[in-house]
């Protein structure tokens, strides 16, 4: 495996960017009419595009965020920890309706709930210019939302000579369009969680539910939590265990798992290492709040 775009090997995450305001510490989930109290909050950038590129980067891949992004006080109070990230940000388009999309994250324990707000369309103006950009490899899109507005971003990209791969990223409308598969032809990397692999594929057994996927996709790699991963390549199925670590927030763990795959999965390793290396970056992101916060900022490492 690799592109077949001479001299590329950083990675374009398309998607939406959130504000993500996690509470950690419930002891209980919200009720209507009561008010509860959280041991600690995050304010953070967030959504799987930023998150899969922060983890990406901070394994040595160039990654590229394509997205659009505000120009409103939240967005200019998030903009220096996005800078913090070793994202690259020059295709990031700059719109004083483009959000961030608001999201509150309630976790208690291993569970998390979530609030949003959706802020505009996905599209950004500098798709085409990102797509042509000579260090590019792989278009990663990190939600399904994102490609049912961008109906042609896996043609264009393939077009190019690019891989690309496709996070589905629960919605609960979405997941139900009869047109996933029709959509999301050509994607070469897909990277469901459990939940969104039964949804699509009315399954209940995840080997089953790998098994329908790969009728679709060339690799479909499954997210089970704490339970580790399967992927499924080739005909063959491998699943792996993931070690046992204390879980502070599991919110982006998901996305972090993907840079973990991509990165490898790019440099043309066989798929045992690359199931690894997911498991192992989804591993480290639990332990810190948020989807970034496990990971080194570049004026600390400087």
């Not at 995450?13 to 995050?42: H, I, K, Q, W």
Request: hydrophobic letters at 45%.
């Amino acid at each position: 495996m690799s592109s077949t775009n001479s001299g590329g090997r950083a990675i374009l995450s398309l998607g939406r960017v959130y504000c993500d305001m996690v509470f950690n510490g419930l002891d209980s989930m919200p009720e209507l009419g009561r008010e509860l109290f959280a041991r600690d909050f995050t304010l953070t950038p967030g959504g799987g595009a930023l998150i899969t590129a922060a983890h990406a980067a901070a394994l040595g891949r160039p990654a590229a965020l394509l997205a659009r992004f505000g120009t409103d006080a939240i967005s200019n109070a998030l903009k220096p920890q996005m800078l913090d990230l070793g994202i690259d940000l020059q295709f990031l388009e700059l719109h004083a309706s483009a959000g961030p999309q608001l999201t509150v994250v309630m976790v208690q324990d291993e569970e998390r709930a979530f609030l949003s707000r959706r802020a505009g369309h996905a599209a950004p103006a500098s798709f085409e210019t990102a797509l042509d950009w000579s260090d590019a490899a792989h278009l990663h899109i990190a939600e399904y939302a994102t490609l049912h507005e961008m109906p042609g971003a896996v043609q264009a990209a393939k077009r190019r000579g690019l891989t690309v791969s496709l996070d589905p990223s629960w919605d609960a409308d979405l997941i139900k369009d009869p047109l996933f598969f029709e959509r999301a032809a050509g994607v070469d990397v897909f990277l469901p969680n459990l939940e969104e692999a039964r949804a699509l594929t009315h399954c209940e057994d995840p080997e089953q539910a790998l098994r329908t996927l790969a009728k679709h996709f060339p690799v479909v790699v499954l997210k089970c939590g704490g339970d580790g991963g399967m992927l499924a390549a080739g005909g063959k199925i491998i699943a792996q265990t993931s070690p046992v670590v204390e879980v502070v927030d599991t919110t982006g763990a998901g996305d972090a798992f993907n840079a973990g795959f991509l990165h490898v999965w790019l440099q043309g390793a066989d798929m045992d290492k690359c199931l690894a290396s997911a498991i192992e970056a989804g591993m480290r992101s639990v332990q810190a709040a948020g989807g970034t916060g496990s990971l080194p900022k570049v004026h600390d490492v400087a």
